[in-house]
């Protein structure tokens, strides 16, 4: 898969996914007291809007990790593993080559996710914290409606935008060509991720000391 590819056929999907979780914002308040990390060494005092629970985040969160399992199954192929379909298998081959997943954050207005903060290969096998959910969701609707809520729904769509930008990095830096999608997000920035590039809107990139470079070299052999 080439950049072009991507940005056809992963990094458009997930602009659409994107504005319809933030179309919820004039129904919910994006205020997740401090109910956002998961973290077992953390105590809630305020849970604000972060388990508030609707079909609306049922379809949400089931298109949204779908989506999450077909750009995982894409990056085990651009790894060379054609036959990855599960998420432990996933996991063996992606933590693999990127072991700083798990610690990647997500700015999301005044806070910051971790969507993969408890994501492990070893010593045991655990799955994203918002993935046994959204099977539950998936398969057991009418007992576990209410995972479905803002938290475990932003967490997952910050989860597959860590994806997004990781893999269009690995197939830019492959191929020698822009490491970054052609369009910005309106909701997430990764913290402490370098790119060569830098998007600024659709189709409009910040011009690095590389094109100034090749455009003068150009200009001087004319």
């Known amino acids: 898969m080439n950049r072009d590819k991507f940005c056809c056929l992963h ?13 919820v914002e004039r129904y919910i308040s ?5 109910n956002y990390l ?7 005092a305020d849970y604000a809007n972060s388990t508030t629970f609707s079909n609306e985040f049922v379809k949400q969160y089931q298109a949204i990790c779908s989506e999450v ?15 990855a379909d599960s998420m432990p298998d996933y996991t ?5 080559q990127w072991s700083n997943l798990p610690n990647q954050k997500v700015r999301m207005n005044a806070i910051e ?5 408890n994501w492990s290969s070893n010593p045991t096998f655990k799955s994203p914290d918002w993935w046994s959910p959204y099977n539950r ?14 938290k475990n729904v932003a967490n997952a769509l910050a989860g597959l935008y860590i994806l997004e930008l990781y893999l269009v990095k690995f197939i830019g830096n492959r191929d020698r060509d822009l490491d970054v999608p052609n369009d910005v997000s309106r909701l997430f920035e990764l913290i402490d991720f370098q790119t060569n590039n830098t998007v600024v809107g659709h189709e409009s990139y910040l011009v690095t000391s590389q094109d100034i470079t090749t455009l003068f070299e150009a200009y001087s052999n004319e």
């Open 30 to 34: 994006f205020d997740f007291g401090d």
């Open 11 to 23: 990094w458009s999907y997930y602009l659409v996914l994107e504005k319809d979780f933030l179309d």
């Open 69 to 83: 399992d077909v750009i995982l199954k894409t990056i085990c192929k651009e790894l060379g593993n054609t036959s």
């Open 38 to 44: 998961y973290d077992s060494d953390h105590t809630v």
């Open 92 to 96: 063996n081959l992606v933590l693999n």
């Open 113 to 117: 996710l971790q969507p993969f903060k």
């Open 137 to 150: 969701v998936k398969h057991e609707r009418i007992d576990n409606f209410r995972n479905a809520n803002l």
